[in-house]
């Protein structure tokens, strides 16, 4: 038995968590879309097998796909339903998970630093650690940047994590119930949504809501006049909306959403957050009592200071074609911490989740290369095209031509079947395809026995 199972561990400090030492250690932080399905893969490949210890490492107990958070927000998407176990996934793919938070790394002794975890009654769940690694994967995501503005942090609520998700969609139906309960007429604003920040998380949210929050309100609220009391505001800094995409999905999302009643902001920079509403550059004031963020994309915090690692302004870990970081090759990132530019281009890879499949489809195979001491692929990315889902209303994109090279725009009801393809290969790639398969038909069959918004 190695030295590390007899160590005496005080759990009055920080101690290293035991792994076998005669074994790689393999460790990934942050379980979203890249991280799990690359701990599953890896799981399966070698831990299950004993050629190498596999440890995932995050904050949270379940897994929902990031792009789903906007159904969650608008209380169309029942989250027992999606979310994901990390501690069962583990036991079925033969890696183990820890929970806790990096807050920090000691790259000479390989070791990631845990902060502790406590309950909602701030009761000691798991202490301080230290998990020693011979390969990390920081796959950590990222978060919103709302670049300091007043009141953003107070009155405006992000999409990044589930809880924030939920956290909105009890501010809706409070709001609804507030509205239909109260004596007194419902005030101007009282149930206005200005959404801040157009990709495709704000524009997705504009189009589930409106229809979300008529679902709420058809549920017995006849006080409340959807069309005259209902309003959402789009905000956008730049002179369009998705202005990461294509001009002409612009315009087409445009068309559906105004189609809606949405009201569009364009070249419109928020100055001040409030709990009454946003005011703008121009001056103008959007009353509102709901603010989503969804503007601005960074590294969480602790990427600034990971003991010297080369980052760049946005909390974005710079990385070399390999996908390891530009001064430890024992470290590589992949996904929204990732900063990559390509040789022979000008821009990083974009943060997309089809980015942070592909990144942990290549580490999958260089992890054990590497392992071997021998060579590592190079990482290409393929640009698949885009999809901005507007809810039941329509979908759009572009899908890249394989041969032509050239983009092919999709609408209607091909788009939509695409878009979900989506977290179908994020699902078959955590569960393989039959198991996936009987999962969605089990959806399908409670789909039609259950109301289709949250109203709790």
Not at 40 to 61: I, Y
Not at 266 to 271: E, L, P, Y
Request: net charge neutral; with cysteine.
């Amino acid at each position: 038995m190695s030295e590390a199972k007899h160590a005496k561990i005080s759990l009055d400090e920080p101690f290293i968590v035991p792994a076998p030492e005669d074994r790689h250690k393999i460790v990934v932080v942050g379980g979203g879309a890249g991280g799990l399905e690359l701990v599953t893969q890896l799981g399966d490949k070698l831990g299950k097998r004993k050629r190498a210890h596999v440890t995932l490492v995050d904050r949270n107990r379940i897994h929902i796909w990031k792009p789903l958070l906007h159904q969650v927000a608008a209380g169309s998407m029942d989250v027992n339903r999606h979310e994901l176990d990390y501690m069962a996934q583990a036991h079925w793919h033969g890696f183990r998970i820890r929970f806790g938070e990096m807050i920090g790394l000691d790259r000479e002794k390989k070791l990631v630093h845990l902060a502790p975890t406590h309950d909602d009654e701030g009761r000691l769940v798991t202490p301080e650690r230290y998990i020693p690694y011979d390969t990390l994967v920081i796959a950590v995501g990222s978060t919103s940047n709302d670049f300091g503005i007043p009141g953003v942090a107070e009155y405006a609520v992000t999409l990044d994590t589930l809880e924030q998700a939920q956290k909105f969609n009890r501010r809706l139906v409070n709001a609804c119930l507030r509205a239909y309960t109260q004596k007194e007429p419902i005030r101007p604003g009282q149930l206005h949504v200005s959404i801040i920040g157009a990709g495709a998380t704000g524009s997705e949210l504009a189009a589930e809501l409106h229809r979300t929050a008529r679902g709420v309100i058809a549920y017995g609220m006849d006080r409340i006049n959807a069309e005259e009391d209902i309003k959402i505001t789009l905000i956008e800094a730049t002179s369009r909306i998705l202005p990461a995409l294509p001009e002409r999905l612009s315009k087409a999302a445009t068309h559906v959403l105004e189609g809606l009643g949405v009201d569009i902001r364009t070249n419109a920079r928020v100055t001040n957050v409030s709990g009454e509403g946003v005011t703008l550059e121009s001056g103008d004031f959007v009353p509102s009592e709901l603010v989503v963020w969804a503007a601005g994309v960074k590294g969480p915090d602790v990427l600034a200071n990971l003991d010297g690692l080369e980052v760049t302004p946005s909390n974005q870990l710079v990385v070399r074609e390999t996908l390891q970081t530009t001064l430890d090759d024992n470290i590589f990132v992949i996904g929204d911490a990732c900063w990559l530019v390509p040789e022979g281009e000008e821009t990083p890879i974009p943060p997309r989740a089809q980015a942070a499949h592909q990144m942990s489809s290549l580490l999958v195979k260089n992890i054990p290369r590497r392992m071997k001491g021998r060579a590592l692929k190079p990482f290409r990315y393929h640009d698949f095209g885009s999809l901005v889902s507007l809810g039941d209303y329509s979908t759009v994109g572009s899908l890249m031509g394989f041969i032509s090279g050239k983009s092919m725009r999709v609408e209607g009801w091909f788009a939509k079947m695409m878009y979900r393809s989506l977290y179908k290969m994020h699902q078959v790639a955590l569960h393989g395809f039959i198991k996936t398969g009987l999962d969605t038909l089990s959806r399908l069959l409670v789909r039609r026995t259950e109301p289709h918004v949250k109203l709790h």
